[in-house]
């Protein structure tokens, strides 16, 4: 790692606080949440904006990679915890059904691992969930909770919750 990437993570990390094992981005949001950060001079090639949103940074500062589709598995749009970040695009990091643009539909395909009623369930209990904290955010935990519930990846719940993979069902 460069000198000044590592300088620039340990700022950034710096202006946080732990909440269980988020770490919540204390500095400037935009509309959707997000931590958002003026992108230094010396970054602004590899990201292409002034403006950019914190959690891409530290990504890409400790993995070397501009994520494109990059995702919380805690649900917090603030959070920097590098273990609750996800790079979407990695088809290692989804469950084989859930590959954008290639999954099955509903559960007469065989390679599919959650039916319908599972799917509904899971909405609803996601619902539940967020109405009982604050409704803003989704408790933290809650999607490994459902996860093992159901036998299936973090990330299987979490194109549920965003509803990729599932939205030709009715909700
Ligand atoms: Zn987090």
Known sequence: MHERHSVLLRKLLSRTVFDGTCRIWQGALNSDGYGNMSIPVWLREEFGHKYGKVHRV?????????????????????????????????????HDSMDKGRFPRGSTNGTSRLTEADVQEIRQALAEARASWSGKYLPRGIFPALARRYNVSVYCIRSVHVGEAWRWLAP
């Open 58 to 94: 530290v990504f890409f500062l400790s993995t070397g990679v501009i994520a494109k589709e990059l995702m919380h598995t805690c649900d917090r749009p603030p959070c920097l915890e590098m273990a609750h970040l996800v790079n979407g695009t990695h088809k290692e990091n989804m």
